[in-house]
Every structure is written in C-alpha cells, then in structure tokens.
C-alpha cells in the first residue's frame, strides 16, 4: 500500500468509497464543495494494488486572535473503504497527513471525529478546548504540532464549504 497525493483520476473512487464508509452522499459532497472552493490543503489517498482504499483531506483553518491569524488546519473528511477498515489504513493516512502538515509547517490541526480514535495521534479534547469555535465537547479535537500553538485560543473560522 501506499500513500500519496490525491489526484484528478481519483475522484470518482474517492466519492465511491467516502459514500459507502458514510453510508450516504453527504461527505463527498462535502469533498467536491471544498474542491471547487480552492479549499484544499492536502489530500491524500492510500492506493493498495492499483485500488483507492482510504482518503483524507486537510482544509486550511484561519485561527484569529488579536487581529493575528494562524493557518492551522481542519481534517475532514476522512474514510477508508469498508472492507479494508480496522487494517491500518486510516492510520497510515492521519500520520501521513499530519506529516504533510508539518511539513507546509502547520501549527496546528483540529478535528471534530471519534474521541476513541484520534488520541492515538495525540489529538485532545483539552487542546481544543481553548477556541471559539461551532464545536465543544469530546469529539472536538486538536492537535498543537507547534508547541503551544493554540495555548492562548482563538477563533477558527471554517471553509465555506462546511456551511457552519
Ligand atoms: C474511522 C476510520 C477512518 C478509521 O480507519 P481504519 O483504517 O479503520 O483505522 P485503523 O485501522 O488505522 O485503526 C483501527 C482502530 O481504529 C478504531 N476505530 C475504527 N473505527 C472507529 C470508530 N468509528 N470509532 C472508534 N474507533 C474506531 C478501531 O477500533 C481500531 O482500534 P484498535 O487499533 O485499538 O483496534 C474508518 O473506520 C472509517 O472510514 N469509518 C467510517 C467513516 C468515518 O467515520 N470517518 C471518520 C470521521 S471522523
């Protein structure tokens, strides 16, 4: 398996397998809305065999505090086919993804999703805690990976694509 940049040629399996792990439409929607946006930060698939098997995506997420903005990022949406979870993959992806972030030098990542699953790449409910933000609670998560980077809080204001 590998895991590398989304491309053009990938659309269609990216649709299919992000609505069958959804069980609707709604997702990749989501997907093409932010496409068509610009709002696209990193993409990545996980190819096995010549077959997309798993897919995330990272939109950017403005944090304002105090007239500055940080260019933190929002991970959504994530899926991997149904037959091919609880293997790896999605795993593959978060750590991929997380160091393509780090790489475009991210200071930051949120993510509203499992509270089960993503502490295991070091994302807390207790580092989100600090922003303003549509979400609270256990599912809204963020990862500092510029140490102290959300410390003093701030706003985030979401892609346009997710309609919040
Ligand atoms: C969530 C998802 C992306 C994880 O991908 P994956 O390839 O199955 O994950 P991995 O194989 O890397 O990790 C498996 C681990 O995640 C856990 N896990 C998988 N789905 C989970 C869920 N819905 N809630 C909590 N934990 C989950 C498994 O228990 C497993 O834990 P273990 O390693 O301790 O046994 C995948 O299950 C999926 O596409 N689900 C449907 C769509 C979705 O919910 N997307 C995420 C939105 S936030």
Known sequence: ???????????????????????????????ARLRDDGDVLIELVAEDAGEIV???????????????TAEAAALAPMAVLPGRQRSGVGSALVK?????????????????????????????????????????????????LTPGALEHGGRVRYAKAFGL
């Open 1 to 31: 398996m590998v895991i590398r940049d989304a491309r053009e040629g990938d659309q269609l399996a990216v649709a299919r397998l992000t609505d069958l792990a959804f069980a609707g439409p709604d997702e990749s929607a989501l997907i």
């Open 96 to 144: 991929a993804g997380l160091d393509a972030c780090r790489a475009k030098g991210v200071p930051a990542v949120v993510v509203l999703g499992h509270p089960d699953y993503y502490p295991r790449f070091g994302f807390t409910a207790e580092a989100a805690a600090t922003l303003q933000a549509p979400f609270s609670g256990p599912a809204f998560m963020a990862l500092e």
């Open 54 to 68: 798993g897919h995330i995506l990272f939109s950017p997420l403005p944090v304002e505090r105090d007239g500055a």
